[in-house]
Each structure stands twice: as structure tokens, then as C-alpha cells.
């Protein structure tokens, strides 16, 4: 048995050399592509960070997921730096907004501190997962309680 991986995620690469993008689904089919995208609200505007969140890069974080799309992206993880680590919600917003833009499934990724969090982004977003860790990390809620809340909110899950 070999062990590999099924998806590639690439941030800050894929903003500075969008071919990237492109030449990484043709040899891996776009289902392997994920294109991990960092934003931040400044000046009502949500915009692309990289560098790990320490770059402005300008762009539109709307604009840089349909580009991401188009050069063959697969998937997107979109991660609200205002909201990473508060524990007070998913950014709905932008979730919403970068969902609606693209034909791709978006993994929303920030802010998750109850099991609320995690239905509101399912149910108000068309987000097709969400990450988390420190909920899970420090046993605030369990995986299992999460699963048998979002199973009783009939929200489908694997």
C-alpha cells in the first residue's frame, strides 16, 4: 500500500504564480487543488492576505476565488484572519459571498466556538465544510457531539 495524499493546498505560491494553479490540476486532476485564501475586512472591503496573514496584497478576496476557479482550483479554504482563534462565529459574510461566486465547494474556516457556529455556517452559507481546531483541541465540544447536533439539525454529514 502506498501512502500519499489526496488534495494539495497552496496559499501565497498560487497568488504570486496563478499558473500554478492551472499546471498543479492538470497533473493532478482540479479535485486535488485546493487554494487556501486568507482575508481580512479593511476599508469595507474584504481583501487577500499572504505570508500568513501578514501581506495586503490589494486584491479582492471575490475576484482572487473566481481567478482561483478559472485557473482550475477544485476547491477553496477561505480563512477570515479577524475571526481565527475568537471562538465568536464564522465571518457569514464573505463565506456567503465567496460561496455564491464560485461552482466549487469552500471549506469556511475562522471563528468556530459552539456547535451553533458550525450549523449557522452550514445553513446560511453554502459552505460544504468548516474547520476547526481549538474547540476540538481543548475539548470544548467533541467531535461526536458536534456530528449528533448537526445530524439532529438535519444538516447531512460524513
Sequence with gaps: MNAGADKISINSVAVKNNRLISNMAKMFGSQCVVVAIDTAFINDEWLVFT???RVNTG??????AKRAEEHG????LLTSIGSDGTRNGFSLGIT???C????IPVIASGGAGTKEHFRDVFTLTRAT???AASVFHYGDITI???????KSEKI???
Design 59 to 64: 486584491i479582492s478576496c471575490v475576484e482572487w
Design 100 to 103: 455564491h461566486a464560485v461552482n
Design 144 to 150: 461526536r457531539e458536534l456530528k449528533d447536533y448537526l
Design 51 to 53: 505570508s500568513g496573514g
Design 156 to 158: 447531512a454529514i460524513r
Design 129 to 131: 465544510g468548516a474547520l
Design 73 to 76: 482550483a477544485g476547491e477553496i
Design 96 to 98: 456567503g459571498e465567496v
